[in-house]
């Protein structure tokens, strides 16, 4: 088990830079999710964590031990790839004790740590079958799998139930949790789905463009989003965000529609700045139908137009539209609505946020 | 008639007609090889008979026979020639396939600098009939002084086969995922362990093939040979086969006879390597 330590970790290709000296401290047992859209260096920073791709600045350590130039196989690493890449060749039970077979364990002990992996993922029934024999979930468990045997002081994810369909993930997700709590080593998860990281993580790291925006846990990320791309990035449906403009206590829309500012921000912008404000799906609903997380005194009332509506069975997905678009709001407890109905929404602008329009930072102090 | 029974009609007369076609094509591929076999086993006259006699009216084994038995009794050096032929095909084989699966494995897996020109100026080379070369080699091989050797025809045909394997196992390497490789190292390989361990028997199969098309080329090949050989300890089964050959008469059968003899070895060994060619022996190994 391990710490691991970034400084400066800068990767080029060239003259292209694909992640820009980032600096990240990862605790010892601690389960962090690298996430952002594709191209984000997301993989890239794994697979320098990994020894996969040479760094080209900056350093790594893994257990207080700087790792930099090490070879994968001193690192004491083990990694789940997207693809699983198992060794065709090999059965189950092969590629389970290959990194044994390599360091050249006794074979007592190859075949009890074998045993202990299967038992742990279930793998007993599949141990001689060769992977071309196996499903999508069979061969992700044998992947994690090989990555347990080797007993390593710290797991690399990267992206690994991106392969398996929606039902699959779901239940390999919970597996992954479940061997988190049992195994108790470092993790470094990367993935693009935002729902994965959240429901996974001790603490998610947001990337975008070879930049770390936040790291914070799911629900610092999500109540505090540090900036205006996190606040679009994490939380599903994605939360509304519009320019607005300050005018005398007052957000004024391109639109000419109004809203009032939130409180919490009124010390820190003034007349004529321009702002970008953002309120979750949750924190607008049809009156009665929903949660308010302030007092009576922070909720909006206005009235809206809706354009489609979404049913989910114990909720529904309502469309209103403000500002010229469409604005998403989960409604709890769904009635029958009729788009183009004109519905009375509540907003709850306690959990509202504002980011600067130039930078994109939180204007929260 | 309705539909079904007529498009049902209409499948089975395109499979008979398949059928047929594809019993003419291997009709022509086959015929040759048969008529070979034939010829050695019938008399002279009967190979030469205008109209053509297609079912022989006697068969004998005096041309294997007399194959094997001494100069002057209608013999010629045929056990040397074999020996010549394997030492020459398999050791060019061995060292054009080691070549070849380096090669292939740098341009299938690295990126360096003017690589694909090396890949084009590799392939150009194959564009050069081997024949065009033969006076060059012979005047430089003389000079040289290894016109008549082994080592000089597996020199040639090393050069000759290089391009080609290379060509062939870059192709097989590429289908092995390089998530494999990575994967291997993760587990404690090195990159040369990685190689042997994961990729090798991946790309396993394909560079059997490319194996058995090296030895193919330089066991069939004539036209080097007969330029860079000429006494019998190098002289290889295709250049022996001008031992048939005298100032005013061919003997047919006695050429046949050594052709089948020479064929012989070259079916057994892609008869048996072919079962190693199993192809999708990567499935499983990444999503699929």
């Known amino acids: 088990m391990a710490t691991v330590t970034l400084t400066k970790l800068t990767k080029r290709y060239g003259n292209i830079g694909i992640v820009h000296g980032i600096d990240l401290d990862i605790a010892d047992r601690e389960f962090i999710a690298l996430v952002g859209p594709s191209g984000c260096g997301k993989s890239t920073t794994l697979r320098m964590i990994a020894g996969l791709e040479e760094i080209s600045a900056g350093s790594i350590e893994i257990g207080g031990r700087i790792v930099n130039d090490l070879p994968p196989r001193s690192r004491n690493i083990s990694m789940v790839f997207q693809s699983y890449a198992l060794y065709p060749h090999m059965t189950v039970r092969e590629n389970l004790g290959f990194s044994l077979k390599i360091a050249g364990a006794a074979k007592e002990d190859m075949v009890r740590r074998v045993a202990e992996a299967s038992a742990i993922l279930g793998l007993d029934m599949l141990l001689d079958r060769r992977p071309s024999q196996l499903s999508g979930g069979q061969r992700q468990r044998v992947a994690m799998g090989r990555a347990i045997v080797r007993d390593p002081d710290v797991f690399l994810f990267d992206e690994p139930l991106s392969n398996l369909d929606a039902k699959l993930r779901t239940q390999m997700r919970t597996e992954i949790k479940k061997l988190h709590a049992k195994v108790q080593s470092t993790v470094i998860y990367v993935t693009h789905d935002q729902v994965e990281a959240m429901t996974l993580a001790d603490r998610i790291v947001i990337m975008r463009d070879g930049h770390i925006e936040q790291v914070g846990t799911p629900d610092e990320v999500f109540r505090r989003p540090a900036t205006r791309f996190v606040a679009g990035f994490i939380g599903s449906p994605p939360m509304n965000l519009h320019e607005a403009t300050i005018d005398d206590g007052q957000m004024v829309f391109a639109s000419g529609e109004k809203l009032p500012l939130p409180a919490q921000f009124k010390a820190n912008v003034t007349t004529g700045d321009k702002v970008v404000f953002g309120l979750r799906p949750d924190d607008i609903y049809p009156t009665g139908h929903g949660i308010s997380s302030g007092g009576a005194a922070d909720v909006h009332q206005i009235e809206l137009p809706i354009t489609v509506t979404e049913p989910l069975g114990n909720e529904t997905l309502v469309f209103v539209e403000f500002n010229g678009t469409d604005w998403v709001s989960r409604m709890l407890n769904p009635r029958p609505l009729r788009p183009g109905e004109r519905v009375a929404m509540s907003l709850d602008m306690s959990q509202a946020h504002l980011f600067a329009t130039e930078t994109g930072k939180t204007l929260r102090s | ?288």
């Open chain 2, 1 to 288: 008639m309705d539909e079904n029974s007529s498009a049902r009609l209409k499948r089975r007369l395109l499979d008979i007609v398949y059928r047929i076609g594809l019993f003419l094509a291997m009709l022509t591929i086959c015929l040759p090889g048969l008529w070979i076999v034939i010829s050695s086993l019938r008399p002279t006259v009967e190979i030469m008979a205008k109209p053509p006699v297609w079912i022989p009216q006697e068969i004998s084994f005096d041309a294997y026979v007399a194959m094997f038995s001494g100069i002057g009794k209608g013999g010629i050096p045929v056990i040397e020639y074999f020996r010549n032929s394997l030492i020459i095909s398999v050791t060019s084989t061995v060292i054009a396939v080691a070549i070849g699966m380096a090669g292939g494995y740098a341009f299938a897996r690295y990126r360096f600098r003017g690589k694909s020109s090396v890949f084009l100026g590799l392939m150009l080379t194959r564009t050069v009939p081997g024949i065009a070369l033969s006076l060059p080699l012979f005047f430089l091989y003389v000079r040289l002084g290894i016109i008549d050797t082994h080592f000089g025809l597996i020199l040639a045909y090393v050069a000759l086969n290089v391009p080609f394997t290379i060509w062939l196992i870059d192709g097989f390497f590429r289908q092995v995922p390089k998530d494999l490789a990575e994967a291997a190292q993760i587990d404690g390989c090195t990159r040369w362990q990685a190689f042997w361990q994961v990729e090798f028997p991946l790309a396993g199969p394909g560079i059997a093939s490319a194996a058995i098309f090296a030895f193919l080329t330089c066991w069939n090949e004539f036209a080097l040979a007969s330029q860079l050989t000429r006494s019998v300890s190098a002289k290889t089964l295709p250049v022996g086969l001008l031992d048939y050959t005298a100032e005013f008469t061919i003997d047919w059968r006695g050429m046949c006879a050594l052709a089948v003899v020479m064929i012989i070895p070259a079916l057994t060994l892609t008869y048996v390597v072919q079962k190693h060619l199993v192809g999708g022996l990567t499935s499983g190994a990444v999503k699929g």
